[in-house]
């Protein structure tokens, strides 16, 4: 029980180094780092991050091979203005979805990594609600968001009371995570969550555009005014916050606005829908 508890303090103590690294060193991973690894690694054989129960299924793996089948990434047939998964058809290779059809969403273009479900869900939850950054770590492994769509990329931001709450802006560190290479790119402060909202879960699609109409605001319009942005968030659930996003951004005069998050719900995976929980403040790095 002693040897449990020890290992989840350094587990969640390496996550928040490995947090702090990313935002203050070279893209090189530091000498010190890797000696850290070592130790921790011969002390504590690893265990799969999301299930805590299986061994990686491969060295240097952070899932077991059971969690690592569950992913789902989003590879085939999609919208190619929101990137709902489409079944795969003879004929154009692009398609719009029949909710894009009939209601276009504002922002350009949307893309997901994932499908949202196990063991996906588990890390985003852990990350989100109880500052594990060491999950954001694991998420990466998943895959590449590819290019960087965009001369800004902003996190979907949090109120002031909800990131106190919290200590940490979950896109904010899958941001820093996934985009290493572009972080001169990534402002925190450009869009500013002005409204304090109910959580989302349980709300239908007018509901949610009624909690978060006039949620957000842009502090520097001449910043984003003409400019492509990205924004980032963690899932993509009806799209009703990035929407919101993308109305404040475009209104304040941007030229291109994409949206790309790490999981996507899916119909398959509708089962698995993002719980908002309260949770006592977690300082993280």
């Known amino acids: 029980m002693f040897a449990t508890k020890c290992k989840a303090d350094i587990t969640f103590l390496s996550g928040i180094i490995d947090e702090f690294t990313v935002m203050t060193a070279p893209p090189q991973r530091l000498l010190w780092r890797r000696f850290a690894d070592g130790v921790l ?45 489409l079944p795969a058809v003879p004929g154009p290779g692009e398609r719009l979805c029949g909710d894009c059809l009939q209601n276009p969403h504002p922002f350009d ?35 590449s968001p590819g290019p960087v769509n965009g001369e800004l990329i902003i996190p979907v931001p949090l109120h002031r009371s909800r990131l106190q709450a919290r200590g940490l802006n979950q896109s904010l560190v899958l941001a820093r995570r996934f985009f290493p290479a572009e972080r001169d790119k990534i402002v925190v402060d450009l869009l500013v969550r002005r409204k304090k909202t109910i959580p989302q879960t349980g709300l239908d699609g007018t509901q949610r555009r009624r909690n978060l109409k006039g949620a957000f605001a842009v502090t520097r319009p001449d910043t984003v005014r003409g400019r492509s942005v990205l924004v980032v968030d963690d899932v993509y659930t009806t799209g009703t916050t990035l929407a919101e996003c993308s109305k404040t951004l475009k209104a304040a005069g941007a030229g291109r606005v ?28």
Request: glycine fraction near 10%; proline fraction near 9%; aromatic fraction near 4%.
């Open 41 to 85: 690694t011969l002390l504590f054989p690893p265990r799969c991050h999301a299930c805590r129960i299986g061994r990686p299924h491969h060295a240097g793996g952070q899932l077991c091979r059971s969690c690592h089948d569950q992913v789902m990434p989003l590879s085939g047939p999609c919208c190619r203005h929101c990137g709902q998964p």
């Open 109 to 143: 273009s949307a893309r997901s990594l994932v499908c949202y479900g196990p063991p996906v869900s588990t890390l985003l939850h852990r990350l989100k609600f109880h500052g594990d950054a060491a999950a954001a770590r694991v998420l990466t492994g998943l895959g």
């Open 258 to 285: 994409h949206v790309w998050t790490v999981a996507r719900v899916t119909q398959a995976g509708r089962s698995a829908l993002p719980r908002d929980v309260p949770t006592k403040k977690t300082v993280v790095g």
